[in-house]
């Protein structure tokens, strides 16, 4: 079984500063992790993902990510932060190899940019 | 990536009523699914549906329930029935993409139910 959990439901950060969403999971096969954004009244759309290869993973509108397996963590990450990333943020796990993709959600961090 | 689409984008229904959302891609897929994403709350999966068998629901969802159909590699629908206030949620459908690397799944824009 594979679970995510991400720590802050709420996160605030000013304008110009770092973004730091945190995200650990379990899973007991090597994992496909993913964080998707959520800007209000919208869908989900996909910011980065990790499957195999460089564990730093750099998505759209600047946000990176970093899977660290010793310590089952995939911490989402932005230089600077800017009025439009204010959005919630929902990091997801699937296992590799099951076959069947489907994904187990966090709780979700939403995220407020002060001006 | 896929296109998604769904229909409605939003609705207010009395409880006690049926209401089914549409969802159609602009290529064929083969992996459709179903969402649900209740007040702040994350995404909860209700059922895989791939064409050609039948919908493979997860624990707590029953086909009673939620009915799903996939007439063709482009179209699904999600039934919601004998609604109650608890179905309010938002309903997104997702695709696995038909070609490259298939764990990657893609968002519709969902479906805003309301139920009075």
């Known amino acids: 079984a594979q679970s995510v959990t991400q720590l802050g439901s709420h996160v605030s950060v000013s304008e110009g500063a770092l973004v730091l969403l945190r995200c650990n999971y379990s899973?007991?096969?090597?994992?496909?992790l993913f964080w998707y954004v959520q800007y209000p009244n919208q869908g989900l759309q996909l910011l980065l993902k990790?499957?195999?290869?460089?564990?730093l993973v750099k998505g759209i509108n600047g946000f990176e990510a970093e899977f660290k397996k010793s310590e089952t963590s995939f911490h989402l990450t932005k230089p600077s932060a800017h009025m439009s990333d204010a959005a919630e943020y929902f990091c997801?796990?699937?296992?590799?190899?099951?076959?069947?993709?489907?994904?187990?959600f966090g709780k979700g961090t939403k995220l407020s940019v002060i001006p | 990536s896929a296109v998604i689409s769904q229909k409605p984008s939003r609705d207010i229904c009395q409880r006690g009523t049926s209401l089914t959302i549409q969802c159609q891609v602009d290529?064929?897929?083969?992996?459709m699914f179903w969402y649900r994403q209740q007040p702040g709350q994350s995404l909860t999966l209700i059922a895989t549906?791939?064409?050609?068998?039948?919908?493979?629901?997860e624990s707590g969802f029953v086909i009673d329930k939620f009915p799903i159909s996939r007439p063709n590699l482009t179209f699904s629908t999600l039934t919601v029935s004998n609604m109650s206030p608890e179905d309010s949620s938002i309903y997104l459908c997702?695709?696995?993409?038909?070609?490259?690397?298939?764990?990657?799944?893609?968002f519709g824009p969902g479906t805003r139910l309301l139920v009075l």
């Open positions: 997702s695709v696995a993409p038909p070609r490259g690397r298939r764990e990657t799944q893609y």
């Open positions: 899973s007991s096969v090597p994992p496909y």
């Open positions: 990790y499957t195999t290869g460089a564990t």
């Open positions: 997801a796990v699937s296992e590799s190899g099951a076959g069947s993709y489907q994904l187990t």
């Open positions: 290529s064929q897929v083969t992996m």
């Open positions: 549906a791939n064409q050609g068998s039948e919908a493979t629901y």
